[in-house]
């Protein structure tokens, strides 16, 4: 399972480059306050990930530790998107009534 | 451990999804929708990661790309709906996610495309082109703008150059070029089109504009659409004269009657306002002695004509009432007393929360002055009971009593004797009777009662190694010698108090127009800023122990003598006491 692993491994971090192309875009036109904010948040989760991954890439199995490193890394990844988030809906709340 | 993180990591996503669940739900809007899902994918990696640690199977990693990819993709859908929508000024996100210098960007090409589209059969698109190119080659900000095929401006570049430019700066800078591009086009549609019909289309092309940028737009609109028209219609030489006469920083008439605004833009918005003002002054006192009253009537009417939410601008801006006399005079009476009503209002709000507040605190402190007076009056009459029969006792007129019991009777008398000054210092606080006291009032010398205080106190400060200096000029005053005593006794007993051993306390006292001014310095400890304030509020001490009615009762006293009272000090230093009395002119 090798192969498959791999090739969704690679097309799960080039979507993020894609993504990144459209919200660049967006911020071009937009004016989103926490844009930093949220990028933040999903730069610390994406890297988590990745963390996550390369044992099973590298050694076929799982390392308790690396997995342990990318849950710390992705919890405060989506505490920073939460806190993003939370920010954005206040201020949306404000405007658009 | 691990299971423990994952669970928090699915609560935290879950609760972000709760969050975007509720924006979607408040805005029902596609993009959100995609977000929504992206989101709802988070907890679900979570949850699965959580049965794959505890349940480890086969291949389970396979399911943690796939969910991502997923994520991803649901992202991108939302990201690319949110673009769409904005490029086709969709929906209210349009107008609040879309940045001003983006809006603005957009609002010129609106216009500049309206004015193409009229201009380009009249002269060629070439032409057009053309004038383009010249306004390229002055302002570099609008390199990379080009005619489309369907006769439409494409900014793309523009928004690239805005990209390089100060955050700051973009909004000046784009106004300039763009209105230079703008006035250019208006100048070419004026030499095939009467000017009334461009100002028509002015006005309805500004109409349309966001209230968010208006601010920027409103100088331009009050120019082309209220002022031009008359320049349009003058005659060679009067238009000649006019040039002459007015030369503007900024503002530049040309030979055809246009007005050239775009160098306005490099100023602060108020002073580009304050600008445009001075200009339509100047042009009016010009205008005025060519077409007489005339002119006013005309300007009038074009200012009417102008969209609403120019109008809006204008009176935030508060432009209308400067505009000079025999304009819109109407609109300036309303604007006017719209502006004495507001500040009336707040005046009168202001005035009524004084008064509210200045009523509480006399309802709270007369409540405080009764129920000080009831208390220490209830408890003067058993005291005096107390103390008949402590009295009796003393004198074994209720038998003989033995040495030890008479030490302890005294002492219960030592302390019923503190008791009864703490009550008659109660007793003090409320305000002082002014009739009870007109009765009371005698001329005597500040000097006087200062060295009787000084002499009571002399063995405290002996005891503490103080020293005390006095300077007090032979000043009379007139008032109840009592209490006045009473009140200066406090303020320098409590200075004795706190000021430490060997301390100096100095007590001056001096003619201060119709009032002695007394003042009474130490060296002590100092009085800490936020607790200055309540040093004179009764019951108010730094100290366990105290009671905290001696400042009160120098400031009741003095107050009811109409004087003044107040302290000034310095933590660490010392505190001084100033205390006015009115003064007796002999």
């Known amino acids: 399972m090798f192969i498959p692993l791999v090739a969704l491994f690679i097309l799960s971090i080039v979507l993020p480059a894609i993504s990144s192309y459209y919200f660049n875009l967006l911020m071009r036109f937009i004016k989103v306050k926490r844009g930093t904010i949220l990028v933040a948040g999903a730069l610390t989760v994406w890297l988590a990930y990745i963390f996550f991954m390369l044992p099973w890439i590298f050694i076929g199995e799982d390392m308790p530790e690396v997995r342990l490193l990318s849950y710390i890394l992705s919890l405060v990844g989506l505490l920073i998107l939460s806190y993003g988030v939370f920010r954005i809906y206040f201020d949306w709340r404000e405007v658009i009534k | 451990m691990i299971g423990m993180l994952i669970i928090l990591n699915l609560i935290v996503s879950f609760l972000i999804f709760l969050v975007v669940f509720q924006i979607y739900e408040a805005y029902r809007r596609n993009y959100l929708f995609w977000f929504l899902l992206g989101m709802l994918f988070i907890p679900i990696l979570f949850f699965y990661s959580l049965i794959e640690f505890n349940f480890p199977f086969r291949h389970r990693e396979l399911f943690y790309p796939l969910l991502v990819i997923m994520i991803e993709i649901m992202m991108i859908a939302g990201e690319k709906k949110l673009l769409s929508s904005i490029k086709a000024e969709e929906g209210e996100e349009y107008k609040i996610l879309l940045r001003e210098d983006m809006m603005l960007l957009k609002t010129f090409e609106r216009i500049s495309n309206y004015l193409i589209g009229r201009i380009s059969p009249l002269i060629g698109i070439k032409n057009v082109e053309k004038s383009m190119e010249e306004c390229v080659e002055k302002y570099p900000m609008l390199a990379g703008i080009y005619v489309a095929p369907n006769e439409k401006i494409v900014t793309y570049g523009i928004e690239k150059n805005m990209e390089k430019i100060e955050e700051e700066k973009r909004i000046k800078e784009l106004c300039i070029a763009f209105s230079f591009f703008i006035e250019k086009l208006i100048d070419m549609y004026a030499a095939f089109v009467p000017y009334e019909k461009i100002s028509e289309d002015l006005r309805k092309l500004f109409g349309r504009i966001d209230p968010k940028i208006i601010k920027w737009l409103t100088p331009f609109a009050i120019l082309k659409i209220v002022i031009e028209p008359i320049l349009r219609r ?48 100047r042009l009016h006192y010009i205008l005025l002695r060519l077409f007489r009253e005339e002119v006013d009537k005309e300007l009038t009417k074009n200012f009417r004509l102008l969209p609403n939410n120019i109008k809006e601008e204008m009176y935030r801006a508060g432009l209308i009432k400067y505009l000079p006399s025999g304009i819109l005079e109407e609109e300036k009476l309303t604007f006017m007393s719209r502006e004495k009503l507001i ?97 009371r009032k005698e001329n005597f010398y500040i000097k006087d009662v200062i060295r009787n205080i000084v002499n009571e106190l002399k063995d405290i400060v002996k005891e503490k190694k103080q020293s005390v200096e006095i300077r007090v000029d032979d000043s009379m005053v007139n008032g109840d010698i009592n209490l006045i005593e009473k009140a200066l006794k406090n303020i320098i007993s409590n200075s004795i108090k706190y000021t430490p051993e060997r301390g100096k306390i100095e007590i001056e006292a001096d003619k201060d127009g119709q009032y002695v001014h007394i003042l009474v310095r130490d060296n002590g400890r100092g009085i800490k800023k936020e607790e200055l304030e309540k040093i004179f509020e009764p019951f108010y001490t730094s100290e366990k122990g105290g009671v905290g009615l001696g400042l009160a009762i120098a400031k009741s006293i003095v107050e009811g003598h109409d004087g003044r009272i107040w302290a000034e000090s310095e933590f660490g230093k010392g505190t001084t006491f100033h205390i006015l009395l009115k003064r007796v002119r002999k």
């Open chain 2, 234 to 281: 003058c005659k060679p030489d009067e238009l000649t004269e006019i040039r002459i006469s007015v030369v503007f920083e900024g503002i530049n008439i040309n030979k055809n009657g246009g007005i050239e605004l775009h160098e306005l833009y490099q100023y602060e918005y108020k002073e580009m306002i304050k600008k445009v003002i001075k200009f339509i002054e």
């Open chain 2, 343 to 439: 500040k009336e209002l707040a005046e009168r709000k202001r005035k009524l929360e004084e008064a509210y507040k200045r009523l509480s605190e006399a309802k709270l402190d007369r409540m405080k002055a009764n129920f000080i007076n009831i208390i220490a009056h209830e408890l003067r009459t058993p005291l005096t009971v107390i103390k008949t029969y402590i009295d009796l006792l003393l004198h074994e007129k209720m038998g003989r009593l033995n040495k030890m019991q008479k030490e302890k009777i005294k002492n219960i008398a030592k302390n019923i004797e503190k008791l009864e000054e703490l009550i008659n210092d109660m007793l003090h606080i409320p305000s002082i009777d002014r009739q009870e006291l007109e009765l």
